[in-house]
Each structure stands twice: as C-alpha cells, then as structure tokens.
C-alpha cells in the first residue's frame, strides 16, 4: 500500500541562512539607480534643446516690437565711426532716435560707445556731434557717455549717468535682433527700458542673414545671464573692408556689422 501526500512549498524562512531565496523567473528587480539617471540625462537634454529655442523666439519676438513709452532718455548704442562721421549703421540708429526725440518720447538723448584703439573720435562723440549739427537738437539735450567698447560696458556707464542726473527709463535704440539683451543689461544697471529699434542696414536684409543673427543674439544672451559676461560676437568686432564713398571718407570702410 501506497501513500501519497503534497508536500507544501519551500517558504522563505525554510532556506538556510547563507542560502538566497529563489525568485520568481520572468520578475526580476529593477535597480533604481538604472532608472534614474537616465532622467537625468533626458531632462538635461530637454534643458539644452529647448533653452536656446525659447530664447531664440524671445529674440525673435523683441525684434518685432517698437516700444515708445515716455521715459527720462532714448539711449542710441554705439556702431562704428570714421574720424568723427557716424558709420551708416550709427546713422541709421541717430535717425530713429530723432525721430523718437522729436515724437516726444523723451526729452533727451544719450549716445554712448567709446574708441578703437587708435581712433581719434569715440562713437559716443561722434553720435551727439551729428544729433547737434545734422538733427538739430539743442546740446543740452544730448548727452554723450563716450564708454564701452561693447553693450555691457556702455549700459553699465549710462547706468551711472543716469544714477547722476536722477533719471530712470530709456527707450533703446539698436538694431531689431539687439533689443533683448540690451534690455536685460540695461534693466540690471538701474535703467527702465524698452526697446525701439531700426528697420534699415544688414540684418533685416535677408532671411538666412536675420537668422544668423538670430543664433548669435541667444548665443550672447545665454552668456550673459548664465555667465554675466557680454560675448563679443563677430558683429561686434569685425568690420569688413566695403567703401562707402557716400558716407565714410576716402579709403575707410563702411560698416555692415550693426550690433554692439
């Protein structure tokens, strides 16, 4: 005669002390530290993509607006000059910030940018020079901050101008691709500002050109807020050989480059 019993299954205390308990097959354990810095290596991924994205169409966006609140100054930023006559890109900027002078937008004007090294003339010199003499404009309205080879250094020096003379809002005149990163330097030395920048000169000529300027702008705003340095970018210190006869005097060049 025979018996037959079922034996129970082997419960996890019945194993030996140095013995590991046998788990399921098909469900083994998932290490979190697998799961986990893949995260974040996808989050710094999105963080590196969609950064420079959004502040491109913030750029790209400033670009598009023309704001004209009545404020203390408008503020022309700096572009080359050729002893003591503004550049066609300076010119340009003066224009509009006449313009803006004589629609009532603020009662003065600050030119600002200093001198390549040897220049006679800073662009500072030179702008409120030509706002005098070709605009018109009575010289106690037009103040020159002759500082800066860069916007960083120019808006820091008209911060504390207008520290000096109690005054706190600007307009700023520069070119389209230029406003949001003159805005933020502008607002971190004390300065209130909006931007109301030019339609004419090279980076508003073409798409692939607006696009390139586009790319070097977020380039130097990232710098500037992650870092708190102003990047000169090319545009900033390059001027290509391009006569001008009309504007720059005998055998000097013109200057396509327009921001600073």
């Known amino acids: ?130 706002l005098i003499e070709k605009g018109g404009v009575p010289a106690d309205r037009v103040v020159a901050v002759p500082v800066g080879r860069d916007t960083l250094g120019s808006l820091r020096a008209a911060g504390a101008e207008f520290d000096r003379r109690g005054w706190s809002s600007a307009v700023i005149v520069s070119d389209p691709w230029h406003g949001l990163r003159a805005k933020k330097m502008a607002a971190d030395h004390g300065i209130e500002a909006a931007a109301s920048p030019t339609r004419s000169g090279p980076s508003v000529q073409t798409r692939e050109t607006q696009f390139d300027y586009i790319v070097r702008e977020t380039g130097a705003y990232l710098s500037y807020v992650l870092l708190g340095k102003s990047v000169q970018v090319p545009n900033e210190t390059i001027r290509r050989i391009n006569i001008d006869p009309s504007v720059a005097p005998s055998g000097a060049p013109s200057d396509p480059q327009p921001s600073r």
């Open 1 to 130: 005669m025979t018996l037959e019993a079922e034996l129970p299954e082997p419960r996890d205390e019945d194993h030996g002390p140095d013995e590991p308990a046998e788990q399921p097959r098909g469900r083994r354990g998932r290490s979190p530290w697998v799961t986990i810095p893949a995260g974040v290596v996808l989050g710094l991924l999105l963080i590196a993509v969609l950064t420079p994205l959004t502040v491109g169409a913030r750029v790209w966006y400033q670009a598009r607006q023309d704001e004209r609140p009545r404020s203390d100054a408008i503020i022309v930023l700096g572009a080359a000059q050729y002893n003591g006559e503004p550049s066609p890109t300076l010119r340009w900027r003066l224009q509009h910030a006449l313009d803006l002078y004589r629609d009532g937008v603020a009662p003065a004007i600050v030119t600002v940018g200093g001198k390549a090294p040897g220049d006679n003339y800073t662009e500072a010199g030179s702008g409120r020079t030509w």
